[in-house]
């Protein structure tokens, strides 16, 4: 169990070598005149940032002082305190520690050093009695150890009235300058460290100072020439700033562990050619986000003893919980019960706009099964699939997982009868930002909801008509209960139209500020009229300017712009569109399909981004991955390899086949992150603590370093080396659950396509008709002519619904349904289908209304059929 910050102070103000106030203690030499600083915004001109506290009312920045309310009656001056991470000592090194500090009334405060995890040591500490008039305090004292990642803690509780405790002008001058960052690249033959599917696209990276062609050999395990060639010189990168070749080895297609590329006298990191490289990687990235549940115990027998944990937020000390949560000062008078959700990244809180693209990806995923030849029908996420405590219920376990955000979402919508019904509030997390390492059960910050915004009510719309419609073959009352969620929340969202998240409200949480909501208006126009055919929804999706406009941002799409999954839905579930507009939203997926694979064609590294620094941003790695999302749907719609072979080459940049040499998911490669910013998995500053767990997915290379450590360490980096793997670089190696979403689906797609072999020509026509339909019912038929050469003797179709549609009788075959799956099988006089000859069953079903288009896929013996 992890200690909470009281305690951590309290055990380093025990150890701690302390520098009275008096001057008491040994006598140190000042730091030399240049000593850098080791403070990060220590006069607060640039905000809260990365301050925290516990114990205190909200940071906030007055007159250029950071100041907290801080209540009375507190017992112990480290009951509450603000502090700073990630602050660099080296030992035996002068430091001078100094800051100003004001108390009204007035009260002792007092400064620690520390290691911020087990066991605590105190380095050094000083006291002063603060009072209403700022005074400055300096003490002198030389590291007793090395920590690149001390703790500074100003504890401010014990009073026993409530103070105003303000800070300026903080101060840690000594050390040394840190030395040049050179990261270790490892060999200069760069491939995907997990390896490559054996039909599909194999290709490396030499980075070498030739500019002539330098022979490759591709070598077995015992170090066999298994293929040869010459690389192809690609000049400087601009991404990365470096000389690189190119190797194409795509040819060679035989399966093989432990292999290795030599170009150039370097040799790779090990890799496998296998056509089932991707199934694990499909329950690792999902298992990700039941490591991430909030308000649930985590159960080590389902995803390792070091993750096992109580349960966060739910009320029980030193928690102030999730389950009765007061909005904001001034923001409104209810309090909500808003237990569970997954945390939304390295820190406690939860977030509507970022949980919406996050369930919607897990929930389109599963609704991509039902429509993609190569899916299988959804064996590769069907019940039982996944380490969730739900397994074994029936319903797949990727629902389940999505149901558990799904619950939180509903939760955080404004109740009927108060101001703002309908609407969805923004966010909820700690009052201010907390330090590192911190179990979610150990949290003791008050919790707050933010404010309703019209962006956060309609991801709740979106993502809650999705529910209404994938979870009702699965389970009917969860449906029922998400169904008035998205009518209500669209109708309050059209009500208050420009009520937008302050770019400002970042304190103790990331702000998701966003003043564009017109693509969130198209995206939940899109799935509410998928999910219940209502005229109105069709009409304000086509007259949004999204549905005719580009949507596939060469970037990548994200949170922040989420018109493309409309466009997405629109061109691959089911649904009335006319045939002519059907076409044209698929040509623009197609057409944005080939952007990407002209963009992947262009880069020495294979990505599909552009290789300015504009591409390198937080979080970027999941807009590479949403690209490719693009690219697999492309391949979906049309059955065109070279869209497959896109989706499967992006990987490569994920897994290894990157100026850094690294792979960004944990667990996967030789070389791989570990050490992202989370509060939860942070073994880097407490061994106790396990590193994030196998498939999570780090942010990636961020031109913008923004955060102080990576600005600091980084700076001057070409955009592909703007990333260190560190806890204490949030805006390069965060996890979060919307990029693990992206990694999801790109894995759920990869792991689909076996060895990737080649796409035989469908050899069926299957053409499904509407006969009738009454309220409650229809009756449809499906008629299978044979295109191919030779006789079909015995079949089974399958199809699959969209909604809470099921069959009651069928004629003509014998017809069964699980979930949304209908199989018909042959009777014993129409088994046979000669070539250019048909076959024609029917059925009536049952349904309580909403959308009921044809299927968007009919298979006969496993093969995909072609429309009629």
């Not at 100003?100 to 500490?125: I, K, R």
């Not at 390295?346 to 389109?364: C, E």
């Not at 799904?406 to 939760?411: H, K």
């Not at 065109?640 to 490669?669: C, E, F, H, K, P």
């Amino acid at each position: 169990m992890t200690p909470s910050p009281r305690r951590r102070a309290l055990l380093a103000a025990v150890t701690a070598l302390a520098l009275t106030g008096s001057g008491a203690g040994p006598a140190y030499a000042d730091p030399p005149p240049d000593a850098p600083e080791q403070i990060d915004n220590g006069d607060f001109g640039a905000g809260v940032a990365p301050w925290f506290s516990y114990g205190t009312g909200t940071l906030g920045v007055t007159d250029g002082r950071l100041c907290a309310d801080v209540p009375g009656g507190l017992a112990n001056p480290w009951d509450a305190g603000i502090g700073q991470d990630g602050v660099p000592l080296v030992a035996g090194a002068e430091y001078r520690l100094g800051f100003d500090v004001s108390a009204t009334p007035g009260t002792p405060v007092t400064a620690v050093l520390q290691l911020g995890a087990p066991p605590y040591t105190g380095y050094a500490s000083v006291t002063v009695t603060a009072g209403p008039t700022a005074q400055r305090v300096e003490r002198t004292f030389t590291a007793p150890e090395s920590n690149p990642s001390a703790q500074l803690i100003v504890q401010v509780g014990g009073s026993d009235t409530a103070q105003t405790v303000c800070l300026d002008d903080v101060s840690l001058r000594g050390g040394e300058p840190p030395e040049p960052y050179e990261p270790d690249t490892g060999p200069r033959v760069r491939v995907n460290q997990v390896g490559y599917l054996p039909g599909g696209p194999k290709n490396a990276t030499v980075v070498t100072a030739a500019t002539e062609p330098v022979g490759w050999q591709l070598r077995s395990a015992a170090g066999a020439v298994l293929a040869d060639g010459t690389t192809t010189p690609r000049g400087v990168d601009p991404a990365s700033g470096q000389n690189v070749h190119t190797v194409d080895f795509s040819a060679y297609r035989t399966a093989g562990t432990g292999l290795r590329l030599v170009a150039d006298g370097e040799t790779s990191h090990p890799f496998d050619i296998s056509g089932t490289l991707y199934e694990r990687l499909r329950a690792d990235s999902l298992q990700f986000f039941y490591a991430q549940r909030s308000g649930i115990a985590i159960d080590g027998a389902l995803l390792g003893s070091e993750y096992a944990r109580p349960a966060g937020h739910l009320g029980v000390a030193p928690n102030q919980g999730d389950t009765d949560v007061p909005c904001q000062p001034g923001v409104c008078d209810h309090r909500l019960d808003v237990r569970g959700g997954w945390y939304d990244a390295g820190d406690h809180g939860k977030y509507v706009v970022n949980g919406g693209i996050a369930t919607y990806q897990l929930l389109n995923a599963f609704e991509r099964t039902r429509t993609a030849a190569t899916a299988a029908g959804g064996a590769g996420l069907a019940d039982g699939t996944l380490r969730v405590p739900e397994r074994g219920n029936g319903v797949p376990d990727i629902l389940d997982e999505a149901r558990w955000e799904l619950e939180f979402l509903l939760r955080m919508q404004v109740p009927a009868g108060q101001p703002l019904a309908g609407m969805a509030h923004h966010k909820i997390h700690d009052r201010n930002w907390t330090g590192l390492p911190l179990a979610p059960h150990d949290d003791p910050q008050p919790r707050e909801l933010h404010p309703p915004s019209t962006a956060a009510t309609l991801n709740l719309a979106a993502v809650a008509a999705q529910c209404a419609r994938l979870y009702a073959p699965y389970d009917a009352a969860f449906a029922a209960r998400c169904r008035p969620a998205p009518t209500t929340a669209y109708a309050a969202a059209k009500a208050n139209p420009a009520r937008y998240a302050s770019p400002s409200d970042g304190t103790g949480g990331g702000a998701y500020d966003d003043t564009t909501v017109t693509d969130e208006f198209y995206w939940a126009a899109v799935e509410l009229w998928l999910t219940t055919g209502a005229p109105a929804y069709l009409a304000d999706l086509t007259a949004s300017p999204h549905h005719t406009g580009p949507v596939f941002d060469p970037r990548g799409f994200g949170w922040q712009g989420v018109a493309a999954l409309g466009r997405l839905d629109l061109a691959t579930v089911p649904n009335g569109l006319p045939a002519a507009e059907r076409a044209r939203v698929r040509a623009s997926v197609t057409d944005a399909a080939d952007g990407h694979l002209a963009e992947l064609g262009r880069q020495a590294y294979g990505l599909p981004l552009p290789g300015d620094a504009g591409s390198y941003v937080w979080g970027g790695n999941s807009n590479l991955l949403n690209n490719a999302v693009v690219l697999a749907t492309a391949f979906d719609l049309t059955g065109d390899v070279r869209y497959r072979d896109g989706a499967v080459q992006s990987m490569d940049y994920l897994l290894g086949r990157n100026a850094l040499n690294i792979s960004y998911v944990t667990g996967w490669g030789e070389h791989a992150a570990q050490n992202q910013h989370s509060r939860i998995f942070a073994r880097q500053l407490d061994p106790g603590l396990p590193h994030p767990p196998a498939g999570s997915l780090a942010g990636g290379a961020n031109a913008a370093l923004q955060d102080p450590f990576a600005a600091q360490l980084l700076a001057g980096c070409a955009p592909m080396f703007c990333y260190v793997d560190d806890i204490n670089s949030y805006s390069t190696n965060e996890v979060a659950i919307n990029w693990n979403s992206a990694l999801a689906w790109v894995a759920s797609f990869l792991a689909d396509q076996g060895a990737a072999g080649p796409v035989a020509a469908p050899t069926c026509v299957a053409t499904y008709t509407l006969h009738g339909s009454w309220p409650g019912g229809f009756t449809s038929q499906v008629t299978i002519r044979n295109t191919g050469t030779t006789a079909v003797d015995g079949w089974t179709a399958r199809f699959a619904f969209t909604g809470d549609q099921r069959v009651d009788t069928a004629w003509l075959a014998r017809v069964s349904q699980a979930g949304a799956t209908v199989t018909a099988r042959n009777e014993a006089h129409n088994a046979r289908i000669r070539p250019g000859a048909t076959v024609t069953f029917g059925f009536t079903a049952s349904t309580g209304g909403g959308a009921n288009p044809p299927p968007g896929l009919v298979t006969v013996n496993g093969a995909p059929c072609t429309s009629g």
